[in-house]
């Protein structure tokens, strides 16, 4: 099926979101860099299900998701996605997408600091609590876009 290629501006709930992960994904790279000097050579790279360290490492980024967020007409849709509907499934994808990426760049700091904290021994492990956080905190955004895709006539 044809899918255009809509250039559909930010809302402001969209730039508010990636004010505010961005924001805080930059704040935890200068934390890293001002702490740089402190860590040891392995950092935490990998936590188990009780948020406890199960392998060390070295860091490194991704950036799929920003990719993806700027490309909606290769996201998944229903076949009923026709001309009349395709802006606002393409809005509620994109949507979706961008809290889900800023979601993941706040807990991404939230991993950062306490990856620092752990690799300087002022704590043991990233807390049994993590997990449980991030698997609600990412479906929330998910079940919203289910729900309103549902919605789109």
């Given at each position: ?11 402001k709930y ?69 001309e009349s ?22 807990l991404f ?45």
């Amino acid at each position: 099926m044809y899918r255009p290629m809509l250039k559909l501006p930010k809302t402001k709930y969209e730039k508010i979101w990636d004010y505010f992960g961005g924001g805080l994904f930059v704040l935890s790279i200068l934390y890293i860099f001002v702490m740089w000097g402190k860590l040891p050579e392995e950092i935490p790279g990998h936590f188990n299900g009780a948020g406890e360290v199960d392998r060390w490492g070295s860091k490194m980024l991704w950036i799929l998701l920003v990719l993806l967020e700027k490309a909606p007409h290769m996201h998944n849709y229903p076949a009923r996605l026709n001309e009349s509907n395709v802006e606002a499934f393409y809005l509620n994808s994109r949507k979706g997408l961008n809290e889900i990426k800023n979601l993941c760049l706040i807990l991404f700091a939230a991993i950062s600091f306490q990856m620092i904290r752990i690799a300087l021994g002022k704590a043991e492990n990233i807390g049994w609590w993590f997990l449980p956080i991030v698997l609600i905190v990412i479906a929330i955004p998910i079940i919203k876009g289910i729900v309103a895709t549902t919605k789109i006539k």
